[in-house]
């Protein structure tokens, strides 16, 4: 396996992730997933090293911890200092599943309508949601349009479980003088080391 610190107690949930994920659809994967992370968070046996958990100056830090050695999932860190958040974007046709595992942050969910303009799009507000240690939310496309921002002093850390590898994603940025019109753009997404 590709498990990536020497500091992850992670045994038993990389067992109940490879469980979760070897069959069933996509529902019941992303709710053996959640429950699978839910749990192992609070029972306190995935434990991150203070290197994995140090946020960056210059935005959030994307950290792998695992690799199922066929491809079916990936466990990621997200690191979210104080203030820092994403744009609104997918999840590139792919289900996830996050859990907080330090600290608090707020999630806000949208629809995406089309517009006359292919290259437009407008978002219609679904929900909000503070989550904290422990809670766990399912995306599955085409549902997992969101933001994720660490509105709180401390800095929060979220674990993503992500259904193959999330090379790149869309984001979506406001257009130039319209108060409601985005123009989506391609991300590429890559890891950064823990810190030292």
Known sequence: SDVC????????????????????????VTAGVKEALSECVDAGLLQLGEAWTRP????YGR?????????????????????????IHDHDDMWCVE????????????????TANPDQVTFEFCDKVEASIGEAGALI???????IENRGEVTAVTIHVYGGEMEACNIFEPVEGSSHLYESRRKPLSYDAPAT
């Open 5 to 28: 610190s020497s500091d992850l107690q992670t045994r038993e949930l990389i067992e109940r992730l490879d469980a979760a994920t070897s069959e069933g659809g996509v529902e019941e």
């Open 56 to 59: 960056r100056a210059d935005g």
């Open 63 to 87: 950290r792998l911890l695992h690799r199922s050695p066929d491809g079916r999932y990936t466990v990621i860190a997200m690191v979210w200092g104080s203030g820092q958040g994403t744009p």
């Open 99 to 114: 859990c907080v595992y330090q600290g608090q942050i707020l999630v806000t969910s949208y629809d995406v309508c089309p």
């Open 141 to 147: 496309p085409p549902h997992d349009y969101h933001v």
